[in-house]
């Protein structure tokens, strides 16, 4: 095996081990110096057996802590109608 490709198997295998599932992200939501509630929120449509990176985890929490700004049409109602 060539050294590239073990280092490659390596990183993947320590990536799984880092991986944790919904419950355990959310009791140590202290670890993401973040609260539980949040991370619970975050993580609410994930299946409780999934496993989660932390880097998926802190992108769920940035998605849902600072959601994208949508702007409101507004109508440009004449009053003198």
């Not at 110096?33 to 999934?50: I, P, S």
């Not at 989660?52 to 998605?63: H, I, P, T």
């Given at each position: 095996?060539s ?5 490659r ?6 990536e799984d081990?880092n991986k944790?599932t ?6 140590g939501?202290?670890a993401l110096k973040?609260?539980r509630?949040e ?12 496993l989660?990176s932390q ?9 849902y802590?600072?959601p994208?700004?949508?702007k409101?049409e507004?109508?440009n109602v004449?009053?003198?109608?």
């Amino acid at each position: 095996m060539s050294t590239p490709r073990k280092e490659r198997l390596v990183a993947a295998v320590q990536e799984d081990l880092n991986k944790r599932t919904k419950q355990e992200w959310i009791e140590g939501a202290v670890a993401l110096k973040h609260e539980r509630f949040e991370v619970a929120g975050a993580l609410f449509d994930c299946k409780a057996d999934t496993l989660l990176s932390q880097q998926e985890v802190q992108n769920r929490l940035e998605a849902y802590l600072q959601p994208a700004v949508q702007k409101e049409e507004s109508l440009n109602v004449d009053s003198e109608g």
